[in-house]
C-alpha cells in the first residue's frame, strides 16, 4: 500500500528565506514522486518528479527535492522564497507501471513581506 | 501546444439539479483521471479512465455521479439531482501513457460547483 504525509498544513516564511515543505512516503515498490503547486483559483502545475534517476531532482522556479530512501522523505527546499510562492503545494507518490496516485493533503506556503 | 481544458469554469447551481462537466484532454492521452478538491482540502481521486473503458470508478462518491468518455478524448462528468456537500472544485487530469512524460499527470484549470 502506498501513502504520502505532508507534515505541515501550513508554512509562514519571510521573502529571502529558505523554504522546506516535508513529505513523506510509504510505499512497497520503488516509487515516483511528484510535487504540484496550486495557485489560488488555477489548476496543479507540477514542479519536479523524481523517477529513480538522481535522487536531487531541480525543478521549475528554483525548487528543488531530495529523494531520501532511508528516511522515506521527499522534502521540497527552495534557498530564497519569493512572493510569487505563495500557493498549496501537493507531495504525490506513485508506483511506476501503475495508474494510482497518491496525493498529500497539501501544505499552504506564504510568503512575509 | 493546447493544454487540458475543463467547462464550464464556474457552475451554480440549485439542490437537486443535473450538472454536467466536461474535460478536454490533452490531444494523445489515452489516461483521464476526475478528482473533486473541496474547500481547503487535498484531492479526493473520482474515476479513472483508459481509453473510453474506467477500469477503476471506485471513488464515485454515489450513484448520484458517473462519468464517460467518447472517443478516447472527451470526458462528461455528470452529477444527478446536486446536494450542497457537491459542492466543491472538479479537476481533471489526463496522462500519456508512453513517451518520457509517461507518468506525469497534466491538470486542467477545474470547475467550481456550487449548489446552492
Known amino acids: 500500500a502506498q501513502s504520502v504525509t505532508q507534515l505541515d498544513s501550513h508554512v509562514s516564511v519571510s521573502e529571502g528565506t529558505p523554504v522546506l515543505l516535508r513529505c513523506n512516503y510509504s510505499?512497497?515498490?520503488?516509487?515516483?514522486l511528484f510535487w504540484y503547486v496550486q495557485h489560488p483559483n488555477k489548476g496543479l502545475q507540477l514542479l519536479l518528479k523524481y523517477t529513480s534517476a538522481a535522487t536531487l531532482v531541480k525543478g521549475i522556479n528554483g525548487f528543488e527535492a531530495e529523494f531520501k530512501k532511508s528516511e522515506t522523505s521527499f522534502h521540497l527546499t527552495k534557498p530564497s522564497a519569493h512572493m510569487s510562492d505563495a500557493a498549496e503545494y501537493f507531495c504525490v507518490v506513485s508506483t511506476p507501471g501503475t495508474y494510482k496516485y497518491i496525493f498529500g493533503t497539501g501544505t499552504r506556503l506564504k510568503v512575509l513581506a | 501546444g493546447a493544454g487540458v481544458s475543463q467547462s464550464p469554469s464556474n457552475k451554480v447551481t440549485e439542490k437537486g439539479k443535473d450538472v454536467e462537466l466536461r474535460c478536454d484532454p490533452i490531444?494523445?492521452?489515452?489516461?483521464l483521471y476526475w478528482y473533486r478538491q473541496s474547500l481547503g482540502q487535498g484531492l479526493e481521486f473520482l474515476i479513472y479512465?483508459?481509453?473510453?473503458?474506467?477500469?477503476?470508478k471506485s471513488g464515485l462518491p454515489s450513484d448520484r455521479f458517473s462519468a464517460e468518455r467518447t472517443g478516447g478524448s472527451v470526458s462528461t462528468l455528470t452529477i444527478q439531482r446536486t446536494q450542497q456537500e457537491d459542492s466543491a472544485v472538479y479537476l481533471c487530469?489526463?496522462?500519456?501513457?508512453?513517451?518520457?512524460?509517461?507518468?506525469?499527470?497534466?491538470f486542467g484549470p477545474g470547475t467550481r460547483l456550487t449548489v446552492l
Open positions: 490531444s494523445g492521452h489515452t489516461a
Open positions: 487530469a489526463s496522462r500519456d501513457m508512453s513517451g518520457s512524460s509517461y507518468n506525469e499527470q497534466f
Open positions: 479512465f483508459q481509453g473510453n473503458s474506467a477500469p477503476d
Open positions: 510505499s512497497s515498490y520503488s516509487p515516483s
